[in-house]
């Protein structure tokens, strides 16, 4: 790492998408900006390793390409994105049923009439909650009363059989908890998102994502390998024992880290753990996600896919790459995944090797909230613990302290 200097016009800490977004912006309007982070690479929870020619990503994740921000910011073109099956396989009664989202695939939704996973009135509620949420600004989405996504799909009349086979182990692998206890505002938002566009990963991975906001910035902007001990209004102090001055001091480091820089209560944080598997050819054949739709006591597994089906630079040519997805979950339930696995694909998966297994103990803040971007007079925040638990609300919060930032310098 070069020398960072000793003081610069803003500092942000934390390189993942809102430090950087953050740092765009601050750029594009003349500012001078340095950004800290103490991994080795920008992209914070977005990064993807490259182990023996697969690319795992840290975690199983993926972009909605309706998230409006992440259409503002993001150049998805440069991004190769590659889309999943609009709809998912439900692993029920030891079978596969096929969901389809009726309005983009008419005939595979016609098909899934008879399935199992919802009755017809159910199905005719997930038209109705498309049309009510398509038709709602997010305005207006994010000032409905509050409850939680159990309490909204309770009042929307949804039954047992899609709750449990589907929306749960569904929206459980967004929201990394199967409770139902986000916020209903969350749910709404994304089921939003889920009806208006893909769901998508770039061809060469997630981190593509961080590197193209970095790329945005002029060579030597973003310090690596270097942690910041504490902020304070105008000033970091490094692990080195140095400090940095500056007009502003941006802290966009995740959640838990940023409580303890800042003073903070810690907004809490939902956990994951994703398994990856070099597999000979694809059990499936088709970018499609499987949902478990028997609950915990299947097994393990809450959700699956090929990552390789999605997009084949994931995996080497003449493999496949397999990512089993448990909620909370540790790298020690090998042997139960694996058993579960057996059970869902038969005796294939016998010719499968680990490839790695990635627990994350602060993949989502729990309990994310809006908050002001000052803290106080040169001591800034962002990050999605800050706004939404996702891209989305991490880019958003990015943006908004740098207009914050940006505002109060040129007042200065
Ligand atoms: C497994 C997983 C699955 C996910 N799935 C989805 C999904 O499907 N869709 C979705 O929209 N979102 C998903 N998310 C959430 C999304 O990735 C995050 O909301 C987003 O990346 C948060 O970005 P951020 O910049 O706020 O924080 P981070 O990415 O956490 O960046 C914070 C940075 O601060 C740095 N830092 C912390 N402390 C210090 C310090 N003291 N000194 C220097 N640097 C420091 C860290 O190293 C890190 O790089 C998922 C996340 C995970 C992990």
Not at 60 to 84: S, W
Not at 337 to 351: E, I, N, S
Request: glycine share 10%; hydrophobic share 40%; net charge neutral.
């Amino acid at each position: 790492m070069s020398s960072i200097g000793s003081s610069t016009e803003v500092v942000v800490v934390g390189a993942g998408i809102a430090g950087l977004a953050c740092a765009r912006a601050l750029r594009e309007a003349g500012r001078e900006v340095v950004v800290i982070d103490r991994s080795d690479a920008p992209g914070g929870r977005m990064r993807t390793d490259l182990v023996e020619g697969f690319r795992l990503d840290r975690g199983f994740q993926v972009l909605l390409t309706a998230y409006p921000e992440a259409k503002r910011v993001l150049d998805y073109d440069r991004l190769d994105l590659r889309a999943f099956y609009p709809g998912a396989l439900v692993r029920w009664h030891e079978s596969f049923h096929r969901v389809a989202d009726p309005f983009r695939r008419p005939v595979d939704g016609l098909l899934g009439v008879g399935s199992p996973v919802g009755s017809l009135v159910d199905k005719l509620r997930v038209g109705l909650l498309r049309f009510e949420l398509g038709s709602a600004s997010l305005e207006a989405l994010a000032s409905r009363p509050e409850t939680t996504t159990g309490d909204a799909l309770d009042a929307r009349g949804f039954g047992p059989a899609i709750r449990e086979r589907f929306l749960r182990p569904f929206l459980g692998g967004v929201f990394l908890e199967r409770d139902l206890r986000t916020s209903s505002r969350m749910f709404e938002f994304v089921w939003k998102m889920f009806s208006s566009g893909d769901i998508a990963v770039p061809a060469l991975g997630m981190q593509a994502i961080p590197e193209q906001l970095a790329g945005a910035l002029p060579p030597g902007t973003v310090r690596t390998g270097v942690e910041v001990v504490a902020a304070e209004p105008g000033l970091v102090r490094l692990a080195d024992g140095s400090t940095l001055s500056a007009r502003a001091v941006v802290v966009a480091a995740d959640g838990p880290a940023a409580a303890r820089l800042l003073g903070e209560v810690d907004p809490g944080s939902r956990s994951v753990t994703c398994h990856y598997f070099a597999a000979p050819r694809s059990p499936l054949g088709e970018p499609v996600l499987v949902l478990n739709g028997e609950g915990p006591q299947d097994g393990p597994v809450n959700n699956l896919c090929v990552e390789s089906d999605v997009s084949p630079a994931y995996a080497p040519p003449g493999q496949a790459l397999v990512s089993a997805t448990v909620l909370e979950g540790s790298p020690d339930e090998l042997d139960g995944v694996t058993a579960h696995l057996r059970r869902w694909f038969g005796a294939q998966v016998d010719g499968w090797r680990h490839l790695r297994s990635y627990h994350v103990a602060h993949a989502l803040p729990d309990r994310p909230e809006p908050r002001a971007p000052r803290v106080r007079d040169g001591l800034w925040r962002c990050g999605d613990w800050c706004e939404q638990a996702s891209i989305n609300g991490a880019l958003v919060s990015g943006r908004k302290v740098a207009e914050a930032v940006l505002a109060d310098l040129r007042h200065a």
